[in-house]
């Protein structure tokens, strides 16, 4: 695909129901979704909503995967639901871990395809990076990921499975029975920054991030999961409406010019229509400001000049800019802006009233950092050439 292809969200999506004769996930499943299975395999309907409820807290509070142990269900059910349901999630077949802490995990979800997640601990919390596409259909340029073609949508199982993946490695299922606060939690953050492009997934990532946000389900409060989009206009509303978690965006370019070269899907929706969709995030207050990404490249989107003009295309609506240092990765057409350029840049928006951190690099010794993710099993990489003539650039 080249930067100028029109861009799809004509992609695959896995059926739920697995081929004849298996077994059905019962993870990701919607409330809806799972009290119909549980009354499609004669659960009462007065019950079944006091089923789901029981259910879900099994899986998703206590980490359970064994309906054997969901002691407050009668021995008929739990033999039920064990002939018509399981509880699965993807399975991990590599994990890095990085000198900073950092952890890199490559998992592997149906059709072998495999995804990445990154975990990383901080002083105050602790957040996992999960990926929402194999691939991505968008080429912004200076994105690995984008150098690899869109395989397929994830499910909302392997969606809120990466983050029950992550949850056993850290060790941090509560015993049945006890609470597990917000504050006490190692993996107390979610950013949907990893691969993919979460809002041309929407249906599945709204269904797994209602799943982490349910007081029976991981119960991780709404403020504290952050959905980061390359700028699908139409699908903006929806997310505060439908998910109404906090939103980044990859913004990256302060002219419609250079946003339309390092971020392509910019030719369908401009600067102007992506401010009009933010301004209008009806879940905007102090508290709930938007996070602009702003990847620094070198000569590139670095002067002093985007800085004047970035603050002056937000102003009004509030906002962190978060300044990503360039991760490079084997033939990036773009290099890192230079720490003087990058704290020059963060300066003049600092003092226009923003707050402009510049984001730490995280466990780059295994290329976990932010757009350096891509699977091992496709590497069907464009060739230097390519990606150069696709961002307009001359090495
Ligand atoms: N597809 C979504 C979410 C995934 S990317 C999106 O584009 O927003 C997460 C963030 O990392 C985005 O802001 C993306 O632009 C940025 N990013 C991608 N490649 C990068 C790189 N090589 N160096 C630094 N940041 C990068
Ligand atoms: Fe896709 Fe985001 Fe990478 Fe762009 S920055 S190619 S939208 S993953």
Redesign the pocket.
């Known amino acids: 695909m080249t930067a100028n292809a029109p861009i799809t969200q004509d992609v695959l999506t896995l059926p739920r129901k697995l081929p004849e004769g298996g077994k059905t996930n019962l993870v990701g499943m919607t409330r809806d979704q799972m009290r119909q299975a549980l009354i499609d395999i004669g659960t009462p309907e007065k019950q079944a909503k006091m089923r789901v409820g029981q259910i879900w807290q099994w899986i998703y509070q206590w980490g359970k995967r064994d309906f054997a142990e969901m002691t407050n269900l009668s021995k008929a059910l739990r033999a039920q639901l064990e002939e018509s349901f399981e509880i699965t999630i993807p399975e991990v077949i590599t994990r890095q871990i990085s000198e900073d802490g950092t952890r890199k995990y490559l998992v592997r979800i149906a059709g072998g395809h495999e995804v990445e997640v990154v975990y990383i601990p901080e002083d105050s919390r602790g957040t996992l990076c999960i990926s929402s596409?194999v691939?991505?259909?968008?080429?912004?340029s200076?994105?690995?990921?984008?150098?690899q073609r869109l395989v397929r949508n994830l499910t909302s199982a392997e969606i809120i499975g990466q983050v029950m993946m992550a949850r056993d490695d850290l060790d941090e299922w509560p015993v049945p029975g006890t609470r597990n606060p917000d504050e006490a939690r190692t993996l107390s953050n979610i950013v949907l920054?990893?691969?993919?492009?979460p809002l041309y997934n929407f249906d599945n990532v709204r269904d797994a991030m209602k799943i982490a946000m349910d007081p029976e389900g991981i119960q991780l409060s709404r403020r504290r999961i952050t959905l980061?989009?390359?700028g699908v206009v139409p699908e903006i509303a929806r997310t505060a409406e439908e998910i109404g978690c906090l939103l980044a965006v990859?913004f990256h370019a302060t002219t419609d010019e250079v946003r339309d070269k390092l971020?392509?899907?910019n030719k369908r929706w401009n600067i102007a229509a992506l401010l009009e969709a933010l301004r209008a995030y009806p879940h905007l207050s102090n508290s709930e400001r938007i996070t602009f990404e702003y990847v620094m490249l070198a000569h590139v989107n670095d002067s002093k000049e985007d800085a004047h003009r970035l603050a002056k295309l937000i102003e009004g609506i509030p906002a962190k800019i978060n300044l990503i240092p360039f991760n490079e990765w084997p033939g990036a057409p773009y290099k890192r802006s230079s720490g003087n350029r990058i704290h020059a840049f963060s300066d003049i928006i600092h003092d226009a009233g923003y707050a402009s951190p510049i984001r730490k690099p995280r466990g780059e010794d295994i290329m976990a950092a932010c757009?350096q993710?891509k699977s091992a099993t496709e590497r069907a990489r464009k060739s230097r050439k390519q990606i150069e003539a696709e961002a307009g650039v001359k090495s």
């Open positions: 596409q691939g991505c259909t968008l080429t912004c200076f994105c690995h990921t984008g150098t920054m990893g691969m993919g492009e980061s989009t390359s990859s971020v392509p899907i757009g993710l």
